[in-house]
T-cell receptor, first 112, second 113 residues
Framework: SQELEQSPQSLIVQEGKNLTINCTSS?????LYWYKQKYGEGLIFLMM?????EEKSHEKITAKLDEKKQQSSLHITASQPSHAGIYLC????????????FGTGTRLKVLA | GAGVSQSPSNKVTEKGKDVELRCDPI?????LYWYRQSLGQGLEFLIY????????KSGLPSDRFSAERTGGSVSTLTIQRTQQEDSAVYLC???????????FGNGTRLTVT
């Protein structure tokens, strides 16, 4: 079973639309990371969340971690074709350790 | 500065052969990770090195897989007697310390025929 569930698995939106990607775990998450991957390339770090209720923004991307630290969301405002790619969440399930597991990813396509 | 470097970028091998995949982490990074990404799948944790501590090998799928890290720097992932199900992209990542964001290489695409 997948320890980090991401939804949706894929998403197609029209340029300019807002969208949200979710990352959910049945257990507490420590050090929640969001990455973006383009085809044939490695993962690019977007944001890290550690505290329950934490929210961070960078340009048009906002990430939140809920109070229980079991769910995170990534929200993109006014999407652009450059936002297309695969978004992955990763986290440690054990406090103080750094064995990071990742979700299955959300494939985003933005239509111009 | 230089990022995480992986070689080769592509490897095609025959079933039953051994392969070695190399990872050069960012200089000074004490933590090094190997992940496997199969088509349409997320990242599967394989192994984690932190400084001089014993590596966390809990993700290695079978005893055909092994990894070492020499001098706290370069790491080699070895797959013996490769099988077709080993075909995947193998990603290496490093970080300055545990708890810091991971910096990923571009991966090695392994195809076992």
């Amino acid at each position: 079973s997948q320890e980090l569930e991401q939804s949706p698995q894929s998403l197609i939106v029209q340029e300019g639309k807002n969208l949200t990607i979710n990352c959910t775990s049945s257990k507490t998450l420590y050090g929640l990371y969001w990455y973006k991957q383009k085809y044939g390339e490695g993962l690019i770090f977007l944001m890290m969340l550690q505290k329950g209720g934490e929210e961070k923004s960078h340009e048009k991307i906002t990430a939140k971690l809920d109070e229980k630290k079991q769910q995170s969301s990534l929200h993109i405002t006014a999407s652009q074709p450059s936002h297309a790619g695969i978004y992955l969440c990763g986290a440690s399930r054990i406090s103080g350790t750094y064995k990071y597991i990742f979700g299955t990813g959300t494939r985003l396509k933005v239509l111009a | 500065g230089a990022g995480v470097s992986q070689s080769p970028s592509n490897k095609v091998t025959e079933k039953g052969k051994d392969v070695e995949l190399r990872c050069d982490p960012i200089s000074g990074h004490t933590a090094l990770y190997w992940y496997r990404q199969s088509l349409g799948q997320g990242l599967e944790f394989l192994i984690y090195f932190q400084g001089n501590s014993a590596p966390d090998k809990s993700g290695l799928p079978s005893d055909r897989f092994s990894a070492e890290r020499t001098g706290g720097s370069v790491s080699t992932l070895t797959i013996q007697r490769t099988q077709q199900e080993d075909s995947a992209v193998y990603l290496c990542a490093s970080s300055p310390t545990g708890g810091s964001p991971l910096h990923f290489g571009n991966g090695t695409r392994l195809t076992v025929t």
